[in-house]
């Protein structure tokens, strides 16, 4: 790592998968295990950053050292980073936050009925979008899980919520991905592919895409 080069930068990263409540007892939530994104905190602090992490559920516990702040739904993420937000410099989606939430969350556990059950699901609030929408000086890196038309979603995500880099994450490359502690990506900001990174730990992918994301940071600033 290098050290002193995020010094002074106030740095957001969201990590983990959230949880959609259907009942007091039952959920809608994902795959993700918030490796990719403590994996970003980390790096992140080990370079001199102000980190904020914005967890939801996970399957390891958050670095030491770092300011933790726990979510459960996209709703409740989203008003947290939206706290964040106004003075931060960088801003990293890595979390798998849930497109679609139970229309209606029921107070008490629900009771079997017939052979059949429909469950309505809404829309929640893009948390990225919003942020494409609202940024002024930060540098927003989204994510994209993808399991087929990889670069063209991700660009297509890239374009649609403003970001100024997407980490393309192909799910069904083997060691890569959900729950694994190594991750193979590429990166793409709005003139094309910046960075081809084979399979490595999740540590050094977050390691080479903040060094690219220190970089910008300071061309923009010149
Ligand atoms: O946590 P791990 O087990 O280590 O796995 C890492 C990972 C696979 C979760 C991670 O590398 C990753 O790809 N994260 C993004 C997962 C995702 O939700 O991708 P998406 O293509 O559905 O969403 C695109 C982007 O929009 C993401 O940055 C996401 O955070 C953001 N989003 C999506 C929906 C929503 N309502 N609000 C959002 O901000």
Known sequence: AK???LAGKKVVVTAGGTV????PVR???NDSSGKMGFALAKAAHAMGADVRLITARTDVSPPEG???ESVE???DMYEAVMRQFPDSDIVIKAAAVADYRPAQSAGSKLKKKGDTMTLDLVKTTDILESLGQ???TQFLIGFAAETDHVEAYATDKLRRKKCDLIVANDVT???AGFRSDSNEVRVFDSQGLVLDLPLMSKEEVARQL???AAERLVKEED
């Open 3 to 5: 050290p002193g080069l």
């Open 20 to 23: 959609e409540r259907i009942d």
């Open 27 to 29: 959920y809608i939530t």
């Open 66 to 68: 770092i300011s933790v």
């Open 73 to 75: 739904s996209a709703q």
């Open 134 to 136: 609202q940024k002024t």
């Open 173 to 175: 490359t083997a060691g």
């Open 210 to 212: 903040l060094s690219l």
